[in-house]
Nanobody, 121 residues
Framework: QVQLVESGGGLAQAGGSLRLSCAAS????????AGWYRQAPGKQRELVAA???????NYTDSVKGRFTISRDNAKNTVYLQMNSLKPEDTAVYYC???????????????WGQGTQVTVSS
């Protein structure tokens, strides 16, 4: 079984930066696609950024130009670089990854445990 281990959350001041990481807990064959979601108190979970197997990315409008999603296939890790943070970015951030454990395995979705990001004004 595979788990996604998130790290990098914490407290930042407005205008600051944080980098989130999401790593597979054991060696896998490939990451097919990945995304970062966030959920603020009293709000629905929303997709913040996504990256395809080919490296194409897309972002929700509120983070365009400030957040960057990337992947390191050798490390089986997905990142979210967050710059120019705003108080409204405060939320629990979750990674979501579609991955294959073995070359002929079916792609399976996994969620990280979530990491808190708090931005103070």
């Amino acid at each position: 079984q595979v788990q996604l281990v998130e790290s990098g959350g914490g407290l930042a001041q407005a205008g600051g930066s944080l980098r989130l990481s999401c790593a597979a807990s054991r060696p896998i064959f490939s990451i097919d696609a990945a995304g970062w979601y966030r959920q603020a108190p009293g709000k629905q979970r929303e997709l913040v950024a996504a990256i395809t197997s080919g490296g194409n990315t897309n972002y929700t409008d509120s983070v365009k130009g400030r957040f960057t999603i990337s992947r390191d296939n050798a490390k089986n890790t997905v990142y979210l670089q967050m710059n120019s943070l705003k108080p409204e970015d405060t939320a629990v951030y979750y990674c979501h990854v579609a991955l294959r454990i073995r070359p002929l395995a079916r792609s399976t979705d996994y969620w990280g445990q979530g990491t808190q990001v708090t931005v103070s004004s």
